[in-house]
């Protein structure tokens, strides 16, 4: 292959050698704070890029920590309400599913504001007592809910998102 003259290079990347900072007149700038040499450029280059990555991961870092927590907390309200669904009488402990959701998240201190009700509902009616039979005939239908909220304080301050964030979970089961 025969080597190319300046003839045959386009005039763009001609002019892009020459003036490299006249494309871009933000970075005209920045020319003055660069060194004459190119030696220093890359340095430059890694400490933005340092910066950026940093920032990127700290805030996955914080949203992974708040979405452990949510699956924590999901998991605790549906531990209450498979404890609820047990039986008639276990439907009526609300202290018994309390206390489920607060084994499964590990909440020996009583720090979590659990709260755990059972209800009935007919179709087309809403809620109604338990001991109530529906308009069609039929018997009310058993619910058992467990609601477990949570703050979590992230680690870092973020524009637009205030800190502690209420993360909460709220499991409604079927029991007859």
Known sequence: MPHQSASMTPRWARAAKRRPFRR??????????????????????????????????MGAFDFGRLG????????????????????LVTAADTAGMIQAARNDIEDTNDVLDIAAR??????????????????????????????????????FPYPGITSPRTVASTSTIRVR
């Open 24 to 57: 871009f007149p933000g970075l005209a700038g920045l020319r003055k704070l660069l060194p004459r040499g190119a030696s220093g450029n890359v340095t430059i280059e890694f400490g933005i890029l340092i910066v950026i990555l940093v920032s990127l991961s």
């Open 68 to 87: 452990f927590r949510k699956i924590a907390i999901t998991s605790a309200a549906r531990a209450g309400a498979q404890y609820g669904i047990q039986d």
């Open 118 to 155: 059972r209800y009935c509902d007919c179709p087309g009616q809403g809620e109604v007592a338990c001991t109530v039979t529906c308009t069609d005939g039929s018997f009310s239908l058993m619910y058992v809910e467990v609601t477990v909220p949570d703050q979590v304080n992230l680690l």
